[in-house]
Structure formats: structure tokens, C-alpha cells
């Protein structure tokens, strides 16, 4: 079993609809989940980060974290084309000394005008 | 504020010729420095990561190599490239222990390996 899961997609939605990215986790070290989101031939830049249990909400983005379950979740309210990109999951931990982070594999999303 | 330039954007190297790909923070001192290759469908792979100068750390054995002769210069290099080295490759960095540890991508060199 991966460390870190997350369906590659492809995802295509109409404008305006919700978005719901998923990623479970296995290594219950996990403290700190981030979000990344990757324009095409670019590098990811952080979207959203939290620490704890819950939701954590910026603008139309809200990033759900579940450590009981080991799920993490990213939802996209109101979508525009301009959310059309690649977002990698990703989270870390601190252990022997060094901090270990790990990625999703990315899910391409689509936002159809 | 902390930047991270990572040149070139890309490149085209044939198969047995060398590659120098460099990396430079500025805004942050004595940063954990990363080097990642992306390939279509595989996600990110971490290469290598730095806590230190001349500190490096490989995460998978293969024909290229890092060094670190600066505190925020970080460089993947190899003697002769294989057509398996085509890819996106990101360099990136992060706080040390006890800071957040997010990581900040450079915006990626393409090689093509022909």
C-alpha cells in the first residue's frame, strides 16, 4: 500500500459546479496536509495547508482533513475554467530526526466554460 | 520574501552528454532543498533532498547526481544523460526542523532526452 493515494482523473466539470478532490493516507505520522495546485508546465504552488481535523476555508476553496479516517479532501465551490490544473495532495511528517514528505500523484481537473 | 530560480525552463540533450540543471533560494538561510522529477502519470518523485551544504541525500539510485557548494544553491548533474531522463524536473525548498514545513517549487526545467 502507497503512503499517500489519490486518483489521477481526469476530471472534467461545467463552470460553476463543486468539485470535490480526494487522498487517503496510511501513515498515521502525518501531522501537516497541504494542497498544491500545478498549472500546465509549471511548478505547484501551495493552494491550502492545515494542521488539525476539520475544515480550513479560503475563498471558494475548503480543505477537510480526517486523520481518523486517514482522508483528506479539497473542495472547489463555483468553479471557473481558470481552476483548470493538476492538484497534488501532499503531507508531512517529522520522524528520526528529518521530515519526511510525500506527494499525491496529482488529479488533472478540467473546468468547461 | 523567499524566491526560488531554477534555470533553464528547458532543454534538449542527446543520449550521453552531461546535464547541469541549477537551483538558488534567496529571502532564507540554511533552507532543506529538494530536487524532484515529475513524469506523466507517475506524480512527483523525489531525487534528492539537502539539510545542509554538502549534506545530500539520494532517494533513488540511478546515473545523476547532487551537490550542494552553498547554502541556497542546490545542482542535479549527470556524466551521460539516458533517454529514461526525459522529464519535468522541480527543484524546491522548505523550512528547517520546526518551522512550517511546506514546500516552494522553482518553476521546473523540461529535458528531453534524444
Known amino acids: 500500500q502507497k503512503e499517500v493515494e489519490q486518483d489521477p482523473g481526469p476530471l472534467s466539470v461545467p463552470e460553476g459546479a463543486i468539485v470535490s478532490l480526494n487522498c487517503t493516507y496510511s501513515n498515521s505520522a502525518f501531522q501537516y496536509f497541504m494542497w498544491y495546485r500545478q498549472y500546465s508546465r509549471k511548478g505547484p504552488e501551495l493552494l491550502m495547508y492545515t494542521y488539525s481535523s476539520g475544515n480550513k476555508e479560503d475563498g471558494r476553496f475548503t480543505a477537510q482533513v480526517d486523520k481518523s479516517s486517514k482522508y483528506i479532501s479539497l473542495f472547489i465551490r463555483d468553479s471557473q475554467p481558470s481552476d483548470s490544473a493538476t492538484y497534488l495532495c501532499?503531507?508531512?511528517?517529522?520522524?528520526?530526526?528529518?521530515?519526511?514528505?510525500?506527494f499525491g500523484k496529482g488529479m488533472k481537473l478540467t473546468v468547461n466554460p | 520574501s523567499q524566491t526560488i530560480h531554477q534555470w533553464p525552463a528547458t532543454l534538449v540533450q542527446p543520449v550521453g552528454s552531461p546535464l547541469s540543471l541549477e537551483c538558488t533560494v534567496e529571502g532564507t538561510s540554511n533552507p532543506n532543498l529538494y530536487w524532484y522529477r515529475q513524469a506523466a502519470g507517475r506524480g512527483l518523485q523525489l531525487l534528492f533532498y539537502?539539510?545542509?551544504?554538502?549534506?545530500i541525500s539520494s532517494e533513488v539510485p540511478q546515473n545523476l547526481s547532487a551537490s550542494r557548494p552553498q547554502d541556497r544553491q542546490f545542482i542535479l548533474s549527470s556524466k551521460k544523460l539516458l533517454l529514461s531522463d526525459s522529464g519535468f524536473y522541480l527543484c524546491?525548498?522548505?523550512?528547517?526542523?520546526?518551522?512550517?514545513?511546506?514546500?516552494?517549487f522553482g518553476q521546473g526545467t523540461r529535458l528531453t532526452v534524444v
Open positions: 501532499a503531507m508531512s511528517a517529522w520522524a528520526g530526526g528529518s521530515e519526511k514528505l510525500v
Open positions: 539537502s539539510v545542509g551544504i554538502g549534506q
Open positions: 524546491a525548498w522548505s523550512h528547517q526542523q520546526g518551522m512550517n514545513t511546506e514546500a516552494f
